[in-house]
C-alpha cells in the first residue's frame, strides 16, 4: 500500500479533513525503523523498538478524533503518554496550534523522536513514566495514552483541565473520559495495543 491509498482509506473511513491532511504532511516513513521504510503506509502497527510499536493509522486516526482537537483554543497544552519515535506528536502538531509534550519511557526512542522533532518549538519530550510524571507541566486540555494500561488511568483526571479529554486504551479497548463537572466515560472496544512499560 502506498501513502495515497492510505489516505483514500482513512477519508473513506470519514475522518475529518483536519485528521486527513496531518496524515498527508508527516512522512510516516521516517518515524519507522530502516527495514520498514517500505511498508510504512500499510495500514498496521509497525515495530519499533524493545517491544514498542508505531500503532496502526487508522487507530491514531480514530483516536485523535475522540481527542475533539478541533475544538482546542491556541496554546492549549497535550500531553501524549507513550510517545514512541513521535509520529502521533507531529500528527497533532499539525492539526491544532498548541503546546504539546510528549513523555517516553525508551531512551531510544526519546532520542530518534527529538532529532525528528528538533525544529519543533512547541513540543517538548521527556524521557519517563508517563502515568508517574504526567503532572510534570501542570494540568492538560487533552491527554492521550498510546499504549494499554490494565485499568482506567483515573489518577490523569487530577491533572486534566476542564472540559478536557483524555483518550486511553485499555486492555482491547480504547475509552474516552471527558471532564465537565464531572466524568464521563464512554468505551470502544475492538482494538489491539502493546501494553504500557511499567
Known amino acids: 500500500m502506498n501513502k495515497k491509498q492510505l489516505i ?8 475529518s ?3 486527513i491532511k496531518a496524515f498527508e504532511r508527516i512522512r510516516r ?3 519507522v525503523l530502516d527495514e520498514w521504510k517500505d511498508s510504512a503506509y ?5 515495530p519499533l523498538v524493545k517491544g514498542a510499536t508505531i500503532s496502526q493509522p487508522y487507530t491514531i486516526a480514530f483516536m ?4 475533539k482537537l478541533d475544538r482546542l483554543k491556541e496554546n492549549a497544552k497535550i500531553l501524549e503518554i507513550g510517545s514512541g519515535s513521535g509520529y502521533v506528536l507531529a500528527l497533532i ?5 498548541c503546546r504539546i509534550y510528549g513523555i517516553e519511557i525508551i531512551e531510544e526512542l526519546v532520542k530518534k523522536s527529538k532529532l525528528l522533532l528538533r525544529n519543533k518549538k512547541n513540543i517538548k519530550i521527556v524521557q519517563g513514566n508517563g502515568l508517574k510524571h504526567a503532572g510534570e ?6 491527554i492521550l495514552v498510546s499504549a494499554a494500561a490494565d485499568d482506567i488511568p483515573e489518577n490523569l483526571i487530577e491533572h486534566l483541565n476542564e472540559n ?3 483518550v486511553s486504551p485499555v486492555r482491547n479497548s480504547i475509552f474516552q473520559i471527558r471532564k465537565n463537572k464531572k466524568i464521563n466515560i464512554k468505551e470502544y472496544p475492538g482494538f489491539v495495543f502493546v501494553p504500557l512499560i511499567k
Open 8 to 15: 483514500d482509506e482513512l477519508r473513506y473511513e470519514g475522518f
Open 17 to 19: 479533513e483536519k485528521i
Open 29 to 31: 516513513e521516517d518515524f
Open 42 to 46: 500499510i495500514n498496521e502497527a509497525l
Open 64 to 67: 485523535l478524533d475522540l481527542l
Open 93 to 97: 502538531d499539525k492539526i491544532c496550534n
Open 137 to 142: 507541566f501542570g494540568s492538560y486540555d487533552r
Open 164 to 166: 478536557g479529554i483524555i
